[in-house]
């Protein structure tokens, strides 16, 4: 076997006020001057203005970040010229496009989630669109990551419950890779067990969490962080991402397509999964159920899209990287995905 790297965040600090301690971080990671903050236009109000205020002796430089495209990481790099390090403080978007502006300029990185809505917050992964078309590239990981409970749990539930969906959906994400393991891709038992554990905290917390409970958000939040690290581990989306992301993305592209927006990614993976658990004929109705525990949708309704969207999606999601997943194994055909659709309940409303 060849030699394997694995890099993970030095600090991971969670728990209230865990923003407190940016300074702190940055000294331990000898950034020592004007670290680039990047903030969402809400997320500045919520914690960008304390991480900065926190960091002032720094002489902190910051920049509001609009979407998560390649056409933004190329402003931002040419309006900050000179910076020490890139502080994200945000949700997806701005911590996508802070891991990406310091990994073109080799800088730090470090990650501060506003919301607990997806897995990507300590992965070295970034997911940004070039020219409509949404692409996972590797970026920075981060050198550490603040995810502050106070914040966190104030977040809008429906980010939360996508939150959920992403970690619930490593469920398939695990079978998928272990049938590319069969064609000699690698495979890490240890990255595999990561993501199902993650899988697992979060389905049995699902009480605490549709309650807001702090035990049930720093639960969420540490298997978050887990679902996180079984990526770097990997090397790749692998153990976090299979077919049902693939659906994701194709959903996405087809939406776009049609000019109509998409749901949150957690929601889309979690839809997906239950379709994908049901081919690769796992338990889907026990994913079906803990989504629905938490409150994620469960079908193309409570998604906000058409029918037409998913079966469409279903066919193209084989196509939308070179990953070897049950779609590939066992293509679908139109019929089919028909069939998938109204027998796993997602098109219940048709
Ligand atoms: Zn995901």
Redesign the pocket.
């Given at each position: 076997m060849d030699p394997h790297t694995i890099e993970l965040p030095r600090i991971i600090i969670t728990g209230k006020g865990a923003i407190q301690k940016t300074l702190e971080v940055c000294k331990k990671l000898n950034i020592t001057r004007n670290p680039l903050v990047l903030v969402g236009e809400n997320t500045r109000k919520i914690a960008g203005d304390k991480v900065i205020e926190n960091i002032s002796s720094l002489s902190p430089n910051d920049e509001t970040v609009r979407n998560s495209s390649e056409e933004e990481v190329k402003r931002i790099l040419s309006e900050q010229e000179d910076f020490g390090a890139v502080i994200g403080v945000g949700g997806g978007v701005v911590i996508d496009v802070g891991k990406m502006v310091a990994f073109r300029r080799g800088k730090p990185f470090i990650s501060v989630p506003t919301a607990p809505s997806?897995?990507g917050v300590a992965s070295e992964r970034a997911s940004l669109t070039n020219k409509g078309m949404k692409v996972s590239l590797r970026a920075e990981p981060p050198a550490a990551l603040l995810a502050d409970i106070s914040i966190l749990m104030n977040a809008p539930y429906r980010l939360i419950a996508s939150g959920c969906a992403?970690i619930i959906s490593n469920i398939t994400s695990v079978e998928d890779w272990k049938l590319g393991k069969e064609y000699g891709e690698y495979y890490s038992e240890y990255a595999a067990n990561l993501a199902r554990i993650s899988a697992d905290i979060v389905i049995r917390s699902a009480d605490m969490i549709r309650k807001r409970e702090e035990r049930g958000i720093r639960n969420l939040v540490e298997a978050i962080v887990t679902s996180s690290i079984s990526m770097s581990t990997a090397r790749s989306s692998r153990p976090?991402?299979g077919a049902e992301?693939a659906f994701s993305h194709a959903m996405e592209t087809i939406l776009a397509e049609r000019g109509l927006p998409h749901p949150l990614?957690g929601e889309q993976?979690g839809v997906g999964s239950i379709m994908m658990a049901y081919h690769q004929g796992g338990d889907w109705k026990a994913i079906r159920d803990s989504l629905k525990s938490v409150g994620a949708p469960t079908t193309a309704k409570e998604l906000g899209v058409d029918i037409s969207v998913i079966v469409e999606a279903l066919l193209r999601a084989k196509d939308v990287r070179d990953r070897y997943t049950i779609l590939n194994k066992k293509p679908l055909s139109k019929d089919e995905a028909r069939e998938l659709v109204l027998k796993t309940g997602v098109g219940e409303d048709i």
């Open positions: 997806h897995d992403d976090a991402s992301h990614h993976v």
